[in-house]
């Protein structure tokens, strides 16, 4: 066996954080290796964010589309061409991946190399190639962006029945008769929303006492409405028991108030979550620690427990957003090619589910508010309030916002309403900028526009 080619850095998978860390390695002039099993641009850009948010908008086409006559607008009857759909979003995905691929292929001192890694030591790996065999590389530090995949529960007959997942979901060539949503978290909820705009019925079967656990039981009720009212078919408290069936036909089999019930439809989405890729990284050859879900261990600044060995992105856990993978990347930019201090201590997460109308959340939720026992005042308001979402008729949702009793500080908030996600980050911007809400409430926006509307909602307080 040939001796293992040495590099100063190895960066494992090409995810949003792994992909710009490996470029700026190689431009600071260390010579530099990215490993990556499958393809460039890790799930964001290949099955995520990137997909997904292009499906959702020929959702939303059809949506509006069925509305014209709200509007005195009235066409022929919306036909769906699920491979025009499909091309369209795979289009865009080669269009992101081909970009990166140019960019790292002109990178000076980076080798792009295409296996599955693991660890044989401290700083030693064997990378599993499809031509070339076991090929050996050592190096002075290892950065482990290798990402995530979507779980599969143990549900008796699942592995027996042909299920989609968030990946697969994405390739279908037609619409489903009638989908099945196993999960109501954000995969669950986009999916379920955008193939009922396509045409489908769609049932979903949530085990928690609400859709989308971690947030606030007003939000999960708000969702729950606006999903129903667009036809969508909710089970809460439900637990899966069996399922069966064939290509064309599939049973599931749930419990639902103490009761056991039975339903037939043709597609299973199983978005239940998603699991770390780490299983295949031999973490104990390298001594690097785990917790019991496998995601790897780091402190706040990505440093796991084996000396010049980080982790970034979803592999390390915490919050599962391509946002905070780039964030990672800067963080150790600024550490070990800037001398600077970064850390993860008190970062904001913000985040957006694509259902719509969106849902945009920034900083401590009430109930996280509560639970510290701090003193916060809430301020609510119903986006029919707002003429901007009333003059283009999507008044769905309300804005929410918790504030610090005694500083007058935004610790955080819920958009649920047309461009959510917008909103919430203007709201982010005043808390990154420790601008009191009576900033926001005094502040002299344009009119008609969805930004007036802190006018209101910081006059609108439940206390």
Do not use: W
């Amino acid at each position: 066996m040939p001796p293992p080619q040495h590099y100063d850095s190895i960066v494992i998978g090409s995810g949003q954080g792994g992909t710009p860390l490996c470029q700026a390695l190689a431009s600071a002039g260390l010579r530099t290796a990215l490993i990556e099993k499958i393809h460039v641009g890790g799930t964001c850009i290949n099955e995520g964010c990137t997909p997904t948010k292009t499906m959702v908008a020929s959702g939303r086409v059809a949506y509006l589309a069925r509305r014209g006559p709200d509007y005195g607008v009235h066409t022929r009857a919306v036909r769906i061409a699920m491979e025009r759909v499909r091309k369209r979003k795979r289009d865009i995905v080669v269009s992101f991946r081909s970009g990166s691929e140019r960019r790292i292929a002109k990178t000076r001192n980076l080798n792009l190399i295409y296996g599955q890694a693991s660890f044989t030591g401290p700083k030693s790996i064997v990378v599993r190639t499809p031509k070339r065999g076991e090929l050996h590389f050592t190096a002075d530090r290892f950065f482990i962006n290798a990402g995530c995949r979507p779980t599969v529960p143990d549900i008796p007959g699942l592995s027996e029945v042909p299920f989609l997942n968030s990946t697969s979901i994405m390739e279908l060539a037609k619409v489903p008769a009638h989908l099945f949503v196993l999960g109501g978290g954000y995969v669950g909820l986009e999916s379920a929303q955008l193939f009922r705009r396509l045409g489908s019925r769609v049932t979903i079967l949530q085990r928690a006492p609400q859709l989308l656990s971690g947030e606030d039981k007003d939000i999960a009720e708000a969702v729950a409405g606006i999903l129903q009212q667009d036809g969508i078919q909710i089970h809460l408290d439900s637990a899966v028991e069996e399922v069966s069936g064939s290509r064309n036909r599939i049973t599931v089999n749930f419990r639902t108030a103490g009761k056991s019930r039975k339903l037939e439809g043709t597609h299973l989405l199983v978005a239940t979550g998603r699991v770390p890729n780490s299983d295949t990284l031999n973490l104990p050859a390298a001594a690097i620690s785990a917790d019991a879900h496998r995601f790897i261990r780091v402190n706040e600044k990505l440093e796991t427990s084996a000396k010049d060995i980080f982790a970034l992105g979803d592999i390390k856990g915490g919050p599962a957003f391509t946002h905070i993978s780039y964030d990672d990347f800067r963080i150790l930019r600024a550490n070990l090619l800037e001398n600077g201090n970064a850390s993860t201590t008190n970062r904001l997460v913000p985040y957006t589910v694509f259902i719509d109308p969106q849902l945009g959340r920034i900083g401590i939720s009430e109930a996280e508010a509560r639970a510290q026992n701090l003193a916060v005042r809430i301020a609510k308001m119903p986006m029919n309030y707002v003429a901007r979402a009333l003059e283009v008729d999507e008044s769905r949702g309300f804005m929410k916002a918790i504030v610090d009793a005694t500083t007058d500080q935004i610790l955080g908030a819920a958009i649920l309403g047309i461009e959510g996600g917008e909103i919430m980050a203007q709201l982010q911007i005043a808390m990154m900028g420790q601008l009191p809400y009576t900033t926001l409430r005094d502040a002299v926006f344009a009119h008609p526009t969805l930004a007036e509307s802190f006018n209101n909602l910081f006059t609108k307080f439940q206390d």
